[in-house]
Nanobody, 123 residues
Framework: VQLQASGGGLVQAGGSLRLSCAASKRTTSNNGMGWFRQPPGKDREIVVAINWNSDGATYADSVKGRFTISRDNAKSTVYLQMNSLEPEDTAVYYC?????????????????WGQGTLVTVSS
């Protein structure tokens, strides 16, 4: 399974971006999905995770109320709508497919990873 993340770019603080993660196989429709990010010089961290059927999503406290995850299983694609972006959101964003149906906040529970897309928020 290959995951292709896209949609990153340069945006001013307060702006919005929408990231997409397209999977190469329809089988990921049965998997939980997650978005992670790695800020410059820091460790990778979870942003949000969603279950296979979209019945539950868990957000990191730092993005609650600003970011929204969604998925379209018919298109094998997961989205991350990011609003009210802050310079602290600057990072490489990765999507990942979980080993099972649940979207976990634990990166060890993810089997497939995308290549990352860079988001830069200027102040």
């Amino acid at each position: 399974v290959q995951l292709q993340a896209s949609g990153g770019g340069l945006v001013q603080a307060g702006g919005s971006l929408r990231l997409s993660c397209a999977a190469s196989k329809r089988t990921t429709s049965n998997n939980g999905m997650g978005w992670f990010r790695q800020p410059p010089g820091k460790d990778r961290e979870i942003v949000v995770a969603i279950n296979w059927n979209s019945d539950g999503a868990t957000y990191a406290d730092s993005v609650k109320g600003r970011f929204t995850i969604s998925r379209d299983n018919a298109k094998s694609t997961v989205y991350l709508q990011m609003n009210s972006l802050e310079p602290e959101d600057t990072a490489v964003y990765y999507c990942a497919a979980a080993r099972g149906a649940i979207g976990s906040m634990d990166p060890a529970m993810y089997r497939y990873w995308g290549q990352g897309t860079l988001v830069t928020v200027s102040s």
